[in-house]
């Protein structure tokens, strides 16, 4: 079984995090830096095992993690898994995300935390590895993504409204506009 | 509303989505946590918001912030909005957010069963695909049981994209419902053989999994296994396997031995590194279980042994750190073939990687001998030396002590060597492990009596030396060390050739700035010291020695007796006393050696760290039987002391048994073997054991250890102390060596002889060193009558160990799955419900055979008719079950467990919390109970009509159902309202199509229509009060419909319709018209149901309604296409309207004395059932609780969704029931009295 599967870079700030047994958000950090301090200080060319990690797992459960440009993927695992197997399924994963995104890079990661997550399901399911063929994932994903395209996806929304203002004369104007865009070009500013 | 939609959405506009929020955060790096909080306030106005479309972009915000450590669990319910939203897109965030912030104890979860349902059983199989995924992530035991049967049927889905999710998402199914196991066993072992390679590796995934906690079960399936082993080309299943059979061999040797071929052949051939090592690993574990008997596996061992050399010598490190995992599992069982590698792992000592330094640390542990213990060592202080970093030293040092101690110290042969290592070990700076060193310290020294003097003399040199430990580094865990030496010295001051120096030492105002208890240790055992002085000088006629001393100890231990620490300043003013008035009894030369020793007189032993857990219970004591008389169950507020007790137990569990004040110790057992001599009852321990309690005049009964006098006690300077130890040893065994070879050359025909040694001829093995002390390890002393060891108890809440279940025994009736009733076409492919379908079938042959005659409908008509038949008849038999249950649970809950045996576990249990839920009732809106009309049959085809009579039983089977589904939605659904109706009028063609499953108690469906086309089974309609809670608003009722298709055609295009009347309307889509009907969004293929929702909105609540509605559908066959319609009544009664709603017994006086309700009443005639009963129903029927009993008398309460108060008060005597209501709305009660009065005229 699969315990948690952190992402996070390498200051530690975490890109995505799914853990298979509940932790309080205040724990999962904790794990987070835990795991950050423990594999942070480790060169690059030692080995991608890691035992301890007080908080998460016990005896039983291992730490096995790659390094990849600024990223870290750590999959915090049990005796059940096989190591170099787990190190595989990582390799798949990432290879996964560098076709979904097409040359993956952390910006992918930060800005598209949600898809990261759906590629994420169709590999590991509740702990359990669902599927290891990289065509499969990639196909799956890409359906659903369609699917979800024809939906009009989750900013359809926006410009159907924007169409219904066009048309239509409202005599009040929206009161609280939150122009919170603006700040991202003038990070000096404090927000209105 | 088409207004605040749109608003919504131009609002909706300017919102930030999720990149937003991310930038965002990028640019406030300063004031994060500020603007983070003002982003979750904009997302709660958008949660405020009707559009989906808002709510699910504020709950994705919300998954990116719970990453982030926000807590986000408040917005639950609005992620449930967003899980049901029908539009996949929606859907998938919210069952994204669920599974990141949903766990056991979010209560929302309950209310998301039905949804979940829907989803798994939606057309799309992504819906399911994303369902399966989320659930699997907060599963709860209610969701496991009652989404098992859902599940199971996806296990055999056409895509095998749905089937492997299903397949993988049974085992946390198990996990939490382990009662589902034997059910689905059988179809999960089938999936082991599917055609699709992904859901095979996940059916392996499942049963490895299972398989690794309980193996013994899944023995059975070994050959099946084996043959997947040798066929199976894809590596992931593969290694599953050949890790299960690792589980497997120490169960079943005769497996290992077929294993050990294939295996070989596999890590000949492979070229996966990861198969490779799964195989060595395996057959590692089967050479273990064969180990006892088989000799002849050593090519195997070498083969393994000779593949993990290459895996360490390899540079990945990777494969370097697996190998000596790998090789550590050897060592155990064959310790030899790993030895041969000492180089190679000591070698892997000098990597510069941590975790391969460890590894190679923990085989340096199974590979000491006699023989090379002390170069290990040797090795190991170096490194010790080299080591940067603390944790990686600090391993060393637990790894140095961990070697040399184990098994009770076997492999150390000169004890000297390990004291001073163990001083050395105290120059280490900043370690955390000084506790570990003293109580080492005092364990050698206690327990090997041969080596006191020398361990007191090192212990007194450590002493003189303190401020090298203490030096500028206080807190650190070291000067523990100090705890051991101050003791050590005291307790065996007879030792000391310098007591009196040591006694300056010990009281040195330095020590003043020790921690608390190692001062205490100090003054106590310098009071020991002073003792063995005056002992010394006794008899003297010089006592300026004594004087000296006694001055000394009244100088110095003022310091002390000013002590912040309590312990040190009790001790030190006693002694203190104590020593003023020796030094009195000194000035008039009255001996008092004697006596000052007395004080300290007796000798310590260890003791077992489990001799507590061991004492025998003696007979007759039974440690469970209450003293005093119980408490009371109603004031059970024992919960709190409870967990502050197993909060607290760890704490004592583990009782650091060095530290524990081995004078208290000593002078408890004095008591209590006072006790025991005194005491004509107590059986005397056996003479081993008798030892253990010699008083001090014993002492000599104790075998004294010969001291080897060929090893100094002093060593030349130079070296460190160890290293001089291991040279002198050197020279000691090669002596012993010529020794012995001369010996044996003169004295070849005599026995042997010489100082009680024994010494075997031959060349020399590890065993011939003889240890240089003959030495006696003091065994840990236990209890007379030990019991046996009770070591490896397992966790009892280890949820594995409920899934420890036998599956090789047939399934029993009870043992089915609790299955929905509109499930039953899928049900019938169930191979675990064939057979007893098949049961049923033959012995209701006649009726069969009746019912035939008149069948005019195709043979496929008839079969399908037949399996309902069956149906019914195996409902028959659990009615009667059920409705005993039923009653008896009504009264005694905590009875129930009792009957589980007999009856399906699930009822029992569900009836259970159904009884706790109503009377812990919650202040939540509760569920309302619905009544129901019985659906008036209306035969209107003439070959029904043969199934007249049976109607009135069917009625009263139909009410027992609904109290079944009650139960059930009032255990589900908090949240929600029920509301029901049946009204089975237009076109039944038969009475027995009504009926529902047998199993499932869980149903909440009752029919509402049906022809010979298509079948609707309506739920007892949830009500959804309105989701910002007010009451007081007009409130919701969603509907639930169950649409089968019975006809082998394909139906599509349904529309459903309702004639509004003034006070409910459904609720239609904006834009149409108030006649419109609504399209039902989806088709149905033949032999396929559905469900869909619609909403109500109701006005006045008073009165019943109903409400007149048509389906319309399209009926295609392969060449036509034919318009046909379906009409139903929706009946909405007042009681439905009801919400079980607890009321104590002060607020419901309140209410009455209040006047403002206006009172009515009934009788009921004839009535013939017990009270409890009486009352369960008018619970059940008409959402009321029991706000008081009293015999046959008890009054009950009730609310409406608008808020109205419904007082009863119901005495019975004989089979007359009077019931005395008051209600502020005198229309509702009249209603809700006739409901409940025709309740219980249809009984």
Sequence with gaps: ?192 | MALKIVKGSIDRMFDKNLQDLVRGIRNHKEDEAKYISTCIDEIKQELKQDNIAVKANAVCKLTYLQMLGYDVSWAAFNIVEVMSSSKFTYKRIGYLAASQCFHESTDVIMLTTNQIRKDLSSPNQYDTGVALTGLSCFVTPDLARDLANDIMTLMSHTKPYIRKKAVLIMYKVFLKYPESLRPAFPRLKEKLEDPDPGVQSAAVNVICELARRNPKNYLSLAPLFFKLMTSSTNNWVLIKIIKLFGALTPLEPRLGKKLIEPLTNLIHSTSAMSLLYECVNTVIAVLISLSSGMPNHSASIQLCVQKLRILIEDSDQNLKYLGLLAMSKILKTHPKSVQSHKDLILQCLDDKDESIRLRALDLLYGMVSKKNLMEIVKKLMLHVDKAEGTTYRDELLTKIIDICSQSNYQYITNFEWYISILVELTRLEGTRHGHLIASQMLDVAIRVKAIRAFAVAQMATLLDNAHLLTGNTQRNGICEVLYAAAWICGEFSEHLENPMQTLEAMLRPKVATLPGHIQAVYVQNSAKLFATVLKSQEGDTDSTTTQEASQLMIDRLPLFVQSANLEVQERASCILQLVKYIQKLQQKDVEVAEEVCALFAGELNPVAPKAQKKVPVPEGLDLDAWINEPPSESESEDEQPKAIFTKEEPKHSRPRHTEVDEKELARRREARKQEQANNPFYIKASPSSQKVYQDTSGVEHIPVVQIDLSVPLKVPGGLPMSDQYVKLEEERRQKVRAEKKKKEKKKRKEKRSGRGRKHDSGPESEEDIAPAHMVDIVTEEMPENALPSDDDERDPSDPHKALDIDLDKPLADNEKLPVRSHRAVEAQKSPVEDGERENAASQEPKKKSSKDKKEKKKDKDRDRKKSKEEKKKKKHKHEEKEEDLLGGQMEEPVVQSEETSEVAALPTSSSAEEVATVAAAEAAPAPGAPSVTAPDSEPDEPKDTEMEPKSSKHKKKKQKKEKEDKEKKKKKHHHHHRHSDAGGEESVQNGTVEEEEPLPPMSNYCLLAENSYIKMMKEDADEVCDIQGNLQDGSQVVVSVIFENKCESFLKSMEFNVLDSLNSKLQRPEGSGPHDGLVVPFQLPPGVSNEARFVFTVQSIVMPQKLKGTLTFIVKNEDSSTHEKLDFKLHFTCTSYLITTPCYSDAFAKLLESGDLKSSSIRLEGVNMPFHHLLARICFHHHFSVVERIDSCASMYSRSIQGHHVCLLVKTSAQTVSIDAKCDEPTLLGNVLDEIKQTFSQC
């Design chain 1, 1 to 192: 079984m699969i315990k948690a599967i952190l992402i996070f870079n390498n200051h530690g700030k975490p890109r995505l995090i799914r853990f298979y047994q509940y932790f309080a958000e205040d724990m999962q950090q904790q794990i987070i830096r835990e795991t950050f301090h423990l594999v942070s200080k480790r060169d690059d060319n030692v080995c991608n095992f890691l035992e301890g990690g007080s908080l998460i797992g016990g005896s039983d459960y291992k730490l096995i993690y790659r390094h990849y440009a600024t990223l870290y993927f750590v999959f915090c695992v049990d005796s059940s898994e096989s190591e170099l197997g787990i190190l595989d399924l990582i390799q798949v994963f990432v290879e996964t995300l560098d076709k979904c995104f097409e040359n993956v890079c952390e910006l992918d990661l930060i800005f598209h935390m949600d898809k990261v997550h759906y590629i994420l399901q169709e590999v590991v399911m509740g702990g359990m590895v669902l599927e290891t063929n990289m065509n499969e994932i990639v196909a799956q994903v890409e359906v659903q993504n369609r699917l979800e395209k024809s939906e009009g996806g989750l900013s359809a929304a926006p410009a159907r409204a924007v169409s219904a203002v066009k048309n239509m004369n409202l005599p009040e104007i929206p009161r609280n506009i939150n122009i919170g865009d603006i700040n991202i070009k003038v990070p000096s500013l404090s927000p209105f």
